[in-house]
């Protein structure tokens, strides 16, 4: 069960010293602890935090995973639309054509980007700041202004922000993000951790100083260049320590800085 129900139930925050870099002026958030769930959204998604030599990013669970997992975001839900008028350079608001209901803010702090169309739009990327909910013509509204007024033929994608649906990391088939430092269940708001030593599931014996790729159920195990044992290429850290089968050892991971 989530530690805070209620958006007002600030406390002191417990975790540890913070900001010992001096690169985190201000923590937007209501006094969540990296070791405490809500219910409510206190930060927006994605919003950094510094505790000691570790790094977390605001997140929500759509799926359950244990402390120590190594975790993965679930499909993006990128939807390929189409401009549903000409938006003019230089204002942040872009409607555009949506055929699937979405619910309001569903794409709240992700992105929109042209994917194709006129050369003069492709590749350009935009983060959402909000959108109500509906289908047909609906209007993003936009942290970013517009550098090049759209045109109706453009194809756009919205993509979900990385931290809005986590679960636990089942042999990389998703994007890597973090370590869970704490329990978490479906429908819960936390700080993941992305960088710095954490506890760490493994599945099979390592050395340290190994380079670690994701293995299955949250687990990770030692990346070796040249096997087709590992589903995934990426590496999400190094081991600290030698590491156990079915054990959490000591790892530094290095996801999101």
């Not at 708001?189 to 293995?215: D, E, R, V």
């Not at 030698?242 to 999101?256: D, K, L, P, Q, R």
Request: charged residues 15%; proline residues 4%; negative net charge.
């Amino acid at each position: 069960m989530a530690d805070i129900t209620v958006r007002n139930q600030g406390e002191v925050s417990e975790e540890g010293k913070q900001n010992w870099r001096g690169d985190q002026v201000a923590v937007p958030q209501g006094g969540q602890s990296v070791y405490k769930t809500s219910t409510v959204q206190l930060a927006q998604l994605g919003s950094r935090k510094v505790v000691g030599d570790r790094v977390f990013r605001y997140a929500l669970a759509s799926g359950g995973a244990g402390a120590g997992d190594l975790c993965e975001c679930v499909p993006t839900s990128v939807l390929g639309v189409t401009a549903g008028t000409v938006n003019p350079a230089g204002g942040k608001q872009f409607t555009f054509y949506l055929a699937t209901s979405s619910g309001a803010d569903e794409y709240a702090e992700g992105y929109l980007h042209c994917q194709s169309g006129t050369a003069a739009n492709m590749g350009y990327m935009y983060r959402i700041k909000s959108h109500p909910e509906g289908t047909g013509n609906t209007v993003l509204s936009l942290y970013d202004p517009l550098k090049i007024a759209s045109d109706v033929i453009d194809e756009w994608s919205i993509t979900k922000n990385m931290y809005s649906g986590i679960v636990e990391n089942t042999d990389g088939t998703e994007m890597c993000v973090g370590v869970a430092p704490i329990l978490i269940t479906s429908g819960e708001y936390f700080w993941l951790q992305t960088w710095g030593p954490c506890a760490l599931k493994h599945s099979a014996g390592a050395n340290a100083g190994i380079a670690l790729s994701p293995g299955a159920t949250g687990e990770a195990y030692d990346y070796v260049i040249g096997t087709t044992a590992k589903n995934s290429a990426i590496i999400v850290g190094q081991s600290m320590q030698v590491m156990t089968a079915s054990e959490y050892g000591m790892a530094f991971i290095t996801i999101a800085p």
